[in-house]
Protein backbone atom coordinates (compact mmCIF):
# COMPACT_ATOMS: atom_id res chain seq x y z
CA UNK A 1 0.00 0.00 0.00
CA UNK A 2 1.11 3.47 -0.95
CA UNK A 3 1.19 5.99 1.82
CA UNK A 4 -1.49 8.39 1.21
CA UNK A 5 -2.73 11.63 2.97
CA UNK A 6 -6.34 10.99 5.23
CA UNK A 7 -8.17 14.16 6.40
CA UNK A 8 -10.31 12.09 9.46
CA UNK A 9 -13.66 13.67 11.08
CA UNK A 10 -12.97 11.12 14.07
CA UNK A 11 -16.58 12.29 16.26
CA UNK A 12 -19.47 11.99 13.68
CA UNK A 13 -23.05 11.34 14.20
CA UNK A 14 -25.15 10.81 11.25
CA UNK A 15 -28.05 11.76 12.51
CA UNK A 16 -32.17 10.90 11.27
CA UNK A 17 -32.73 14.83 11.25
CA UNK A 18 -29.77 15.49 8.86
CA UNK A 19 -30.52 15.33 5.04
CA UNK A 20 -28.19 12.78 3.52
CA UNK A 21 -27.10 14.98 0.75
CA UNK A 22 -26.83 17.85 2.41
CA UNK A 23 -24.67 15.83 5.26
CA UNK A 24 -21.92 13.84 2.77
CA UNK A 25 -21.64 16.61 0.24
CA UNK A 26 -20.60 19.36 3.25
CA UNK A 27 -18.55 16.90 4.88
CA UNK A 28 -16.59 16.16 1.20
CA UNK A 29 -16.17 19.54 0.65
CA UNK A 30 -15.29 20.51 4.31
CA UNK A 31 -12.34 17.52 4.66
CA UNK A 32 -11.16 19.16 1.14
CA UNK A 33 -8.82 22.10 2.45
CA UNK A 34 -7.68 24.94 0.04
CA UNK A 35 -4.39 23.70 0.44
CA UNK A 36 -5.50 19.62 -1.20
CA UNK A 37 -4.17 20.53 -4.32
CA UNK A 38 -0.66 20.93 -3.62
CA UNK A 39 -0.63 17.76 -1.99
CA UNK A 40 -2.13 15.89 -5.10
CA UNK A 41 -6.06 15.19 -4.99
CA UNK A 42 -6.04 12.10 -6.65
CA UNK A 43 -4.34 10.29 -3.67
CA UNK A 44 -5.94 11.84 -0.53
CA UNK A 45 -8.36 10.18 1.67
CA UNK A 46 -11.61 11.71 3.01
CA UNK A 47 -12.57 9.64 6.06
CA UNK A 48 -15.61 9.95 8.66
CA UNK A 49 -15.44 8.05 11.97
CA UNK A 50 -18.46 7.18 13.14
CA UNK A 51 -19.19 7.44 16.86
CA UNK A 52 -22.70 6.75 17.35
CA UNK A 53 -25.29 6.00 20.81
CA UNK A 54 -27.26 2.76 21.51
CA UNK A 55 -29.88 5.05 19.76
CA UNK A 56 -28.49 5.15 16.28
CA UNK A 57 -28.84 3.83 13.02
CA UNK A 58 -26.75 5.49 10.61
CA UNK A 59 -24.35 2.79 9.78
CA UNK A 60 -26.84 0.24 9.16
CA UNK A 61 -28.73 2.39 6.77
CA UNK A 62 -25.50 2.96 4.47
CA UNK A 63 -24.77 -1.14 5.01
CA UNK A 64 -28.42 -2.04 3.83
CA UNK A 65 -27.93 0.88 1.11
CA UNK A 66 -24.74 -0.48 -0.12
CA UNK A 67 -26.81 -4.06 -1.32
CA UNK A 68 -28.69 -1.76 -3.84
CA UNK A 69 -25.73 -0.01 -6.29
CA UNK A 70 -28.80 1.20 -8.24
CA UNK A 71 -30.50 3.44 -5.40
CA UNK A 72 -28.75 6.09 -4.34
CA UNK A 73 -28.69 7.06 -0.67
CA UNK A 74 -30.72 10.31 -1.82
CA UNK A 75 -31.04 12.63 -4.82
CA UNK A 76 -30.30 16.18 -5.47
CA UNK A 77 -27.29 18.20 -6.66
CA UNK A 78 -25.40 15.60 -6.15
CA UNK A 79 -26.60 12.06 -5.59
CA UNK A 80 -24.68 9.52 -3.71
CA UNK A 81 -24.41 5.52 -3.81
CA UNK A 82 -23.05 3.58 -0.87
CA UNK A 83 -20.59 0.76 -1.95
CA UNK A 84 -19.44 -2.49 0.40
CA UNK A 85 -16.05 -3.25 1.25
CA UNK A 86 -14.34 -6.32 2.27
CA UNK A 87 -15.62 -5.83 5.57
CA UNK A 88 -18.61 -5.54 7.52
CA UNK A 89 -17.59 -2.23 9.94
CA UNK A 90 -16.84 0.30 6.61
CA UNK A 91 -18.75 1.93 3.56
CA UNK A 92 -17.55 3.94 0.41
CA UNK A 93 -19.37 6.51 -0.55
CA UNK A 94 -18.97 7.72 -4.09
CA UNK A 95 -21.12 9.99 -6.02
CA UNK A 96 -21.19 10.35 -10.18
CA UNK A 97 -18.66 12.86 -10.13
CA UNK A 98 -15.59 10.75 -8.75
CA UNK A 99 -16.10 11.97 -5.10
CA UNK A 100 -15.44 9.15 -2.50
CA UNK A 101 -16.17 9.33 1.27
CA UNK A 102 -15.07 6.10 3.61
CA UNK A 103 -17.54 5.78 6.66
CA UNK A 104 -16.35 3.49 9.30
CA UNK A 105 -18.53 2.10 12.42
CA UNK A 106 -17.52 3.52 15.38
CA UNK A 107 -19.71 3.97 19.29
CA UNK A 108 -20.09 6.14 21.71
CA UNK A 109 -20.71 4.92 25.21
CA UNK A 110 -21.31 6.34 28.50
CA UNK A 111 -19.11 4.79 31.98
CA UNK A 112 -19.80 4.21 35.29
CA UNK A 113 -18.26 7.44 36.02
CA UNK A 114 -20.14 9.56 33.44
CA UNK A 115 -17.52 9.87 30.81
CA UNK A 116 -18.00 9.62 27.22
CA UNK A 117 -15.81 6.95 25.43
CA UNK A 118 -15.82 6.22 22.09
CA UNK A 119 -14.96 2.90 20.39
CA UNK A 120 -13.37 3.72 17.11
CA UNK A 121 -12.85 1.30 14.13
CA UNK A 122 -15.51 -1.59 15.31
CA UNK A 123 -18.69 -2.42 14.77
CA UNK A 124 -18.76 -4.20 18.07
CA UNK A 125 -21.52 -3.27 20.72
CA UNK A 126 -21.03 -2.42 24.27
CA UNK A 127 -22.96 -2.17 27.59
CA UNK A 128 -23.04 1.33 28.56
CA UNK A 129 -22.47 1.70 32.44
CA UNK A 130 -19.40 -0.02 33.45
CA UNK A 131 -16.61 1.13 34.97
CA UNK A 132 -13.89 3.50 32.54
CA UNK A 133 -10.94 1.05 32.50
CA UNK A 134 -13.64 -2.22 32.20
CA UNK A 135 -14.77 -0.22 29.01
CA UNK A 136 -11.34 0.61 27.72
CA UNK A 137 -10.79 -3.14 27.90
CA UNK A 138 -13.58 -4.16 26.32
CA UNK A 139 -12.96 -1.95 23.42
CA UNK A 140 -9.19 -3.11 23.10
CA UNK A 141 -10.27 -7.12 23.40
CA UNK A 142 -12.64 -6.22 20.26
CA UNK A 143 -10.22 -4.81 17.90
CA UNK A 144 -11.33 -1.21 17.87
CA UNK A 145 -9.53 2.02 19.40
CA UNK A 146 -10.65 3.89 22.81
CA UNK A 147 -10.83 7.43 22.75
CA UNK A 148 -11.82 9.70 25.19
CA UNK A 149 -13.73 12.87 23.76
CA UNK A 150 -14.00 16.71 25.19
CA UNK A 151 -17.46 17.57 26.25
CA UNK A 152 -18.81 20.59 27.89
CA UNK A 153 -18.31 20.67 31.42
CA UNK A 154 -17.35 16.92 31.29
CA UNK A 155 -13.67 16.97 31.72
CA UNK A 156 -14.35 19.67 35.16
CA UNK A 157 -14.73 18.55 38.67
CA UNK A 158 -14.80 14.81 39.91
CA UNK A 159 -14.72 13.84 36.24
CA UNK A 160 -11.91 15.81 35.43
CA UNK A 161 -9.83 14.43 38.42
CA UNK A 162 -10.86 10.54 36.90
CA UNK A 163 -9.61 11.80 34.02
CA UNK A 164 -6.36 13.40 35.37
CA UNK A 165 -5.33 10.11 37.67
CA UNK A 166 -5.70 7.76 34.95
CA UNK A 167 -3.37 9.23 31.94
CA UNK A 168 -0.53 7.45 32.45
CA UNK A 169 -2.69 4.53 32.26
CA UNK A 170 -3.96 5.84 29.29
CA UNK A 171 -0.84 6.06 27.31
CA UNK A 172 -0.33 2.70 28.03
CA UNK A 173 -3.78 0.82 26.76
CA UNK A 174 -3.58 2.98 23.93
CA UNK A 175 -6.30 5.50 25.05
CA UNK A 176 -6.45 8.80 22.42
CA UNK A 177 -8.10 12.48 23.34
CA UNK A 178 -10.65 13.71 21.07
CA UNK A 179 -10.74 17.27 21.18
CA UNK A 180 -14.43 18.47 19.86
CA UNK A 181 -15.65 21.03 17.35
CA UNK A 182 -18.38 22.83 19.88
CA UNK A 183 -15.50 23.60 22.26
CA UNK A 184 -16.03 27.71 22.06
CA UNK A 185 -12.31 28.63 20.75
CA UNK A 186 -11.82 31.11 23.77
CA UNK A 187 -12.33 27.96 26.36
CA UNK A 188 -8.78 27.39 27.54
CA UNK A 189 -7.81 24.07 25.39
CA UNK A 190 -7.68 21.32 28.93
CA UNK A 191 -4.28 20.44 30.33
CA UNK A 192 -5.10 16.63 30.04
CA UNK A 193 -4.44 17.02 26.16
CA UNK A 194 -0.88 17.77 26.97
CA UNK A 195 -0.99 15.11 29.74
CA UNK A 196 0.47 11.96 27.29
CA UNK A 197 -2.18 10.25 25.62
CA UNK A 198 -2.65 11.14 21.77
CA UNK A 199 -5.12 13.58 20.80
CA UNK A 200 -6.99 13.35 17.61
CA UNK A 201 -10.26 15.80 16.61
CA UNK A 202 -13.62 15.63 15.61
CA UNK A 203 -16.84 18.13 14.72
CA UNK A 204 -19.17 16.34 17.03
CA UNK A 205 -22.39 17.30 15.11
CA UNK A 206 -25.45 17.66 17.37
CA UNK A 207 -28.68 16.42 16.43
CA UNK A 208 -30.13 19.45 14.35
CA UNK A 209 -30.63 19.93 11.19
CA UNK A 210 -28.32 22.83 10.43
CA UNK A 211 -25.57 20.76 12.20
CA UNK A 212 -25.38 18.61 9.07
CA UNK A 213 -22.90 20.96 7.35
CA UNK A 214 -20.59 21.16 10.22
CA UNK A 215 -19.02 17.41 9.75
CA UNK A 216 -15.97 17.16 8.12
CA UNK A 217 -15.02 20.74 9.49
CA UNK A 218 -12.71 19.84 12.38
CA UNK A 219 -10.79 16.93 12.41
CA UNK A 220 -7.00 15.66 12.30
CA UNK A 221 -4.44 14.93 8.92
CA UNK A 222 -1.84 12.51 8.72
CA UNK A 223 -0.03 10.69 6.01
CA UNK A 224 -0.29 6.59 6.47
CA UNK A 225 -0.88 3.43 4.29
CA UNK A 226 -4.56 3.08 2.95
CA UNK A 227 -6.23 0.04 1.81
CA UNK A 228 -9.53 1.38 -0.15
CA UNK A 229 -10.75 -2.05 0.58
CA UNK A 230 -10.16 -2.51 4.44
CA UNK A 231 -10.80 1.33 5.80
CA UNK A 232 -11.43 0.25 9.23
CA UNK A 233 -8.49 -1.96 9.56
CA UNK A 234 -6.56 0.28 8.04
CA UNK A 235 -7.92 3.22 10.34
CA UNK A 236 -6.95 1.17 13.60
CA UNK A 237 -3.29 0.39 12.69
CA UNK A 238 -3.04 4.41 12.00
CA UNK A 239 -4.59 4.88 15.58
CA UNK A 240 -2.20 2.89 17.16
CA UNK A 241 0.69 3.41 15.60
CA UNK A 242 2.77 6.11 18.05
CA UNK A 243 5.00 7.05 15.65
CA UNK A 244 2.00 9.07 13.03
CA UNK A 245 2.71 12.73 13.48
CA UNK A 246 -1.52 13.87 13.60
CA UNK A 247 -2.18 17.24 13.08
CA UNK A 248 -5.20 19.08 13.47
CA UNK A 249 -7.24 21.09 11.28
CA UNK A 250 -10.24 23.37 11.53
CA UNK A 251 -11.07 25.83 14.08
CA UNK A 252 -13.77 25.50 17.22
CA UNK A 253 -16.90 27.35 16.82
CA UNK A 254 -17.35 31.25 18.15
CA UNK A 255 -18.94 32.16 21.40
CA UNK A 256 -22.38 33.13 19.99
CA UNK A 257 -22.57 29.96 17.75
CA UNK A 258 -21.90 27.86 21.11
CA UNK A 259 -24.26 29.73 22.92
CA UNK A 260 -27.19 29.51 20.06
CA UNK A 261 -26.76 25.87 19.64
CA UNK A 262 -26.67 25.07 23.30
CA UNK A 263 -30.13 26.95 23.09
CA UNK A 264 -31.23 25.01 20.14
CA UNK A 265 -30.34 21.53 21.93
CA UNK A 266 -32.34 22.15 24.52
CA UNK A 267 -35.39 23.43 23.20
Not at 181 to 195: E, K
Request: aromatic share 8%; net charge neutral.
Amino acid sequence: MRETRLFVDAHVHFYDCFDPCTFFGSAYANLSPTTEAAMDNEISVKVLLLTETPGEKGFLRLLDASEDLAQPICTGSESWYSHATEETGSVSLRNRSGKVLYVIAGRQIVSHEGLEVHALATDALFDEGRPLLELIEAINRSGGVAAVPWGTGKWLGRRGKVLTSMSRQFVQAGVLLSDSGIRPWVWPRSGLFNSGPRVIAGTDPLPISTEACRTGSFGFSTIAPWDPERPSRSMRIILKNQQLVMTRFGRPQGVWQFLSRQRAIRT
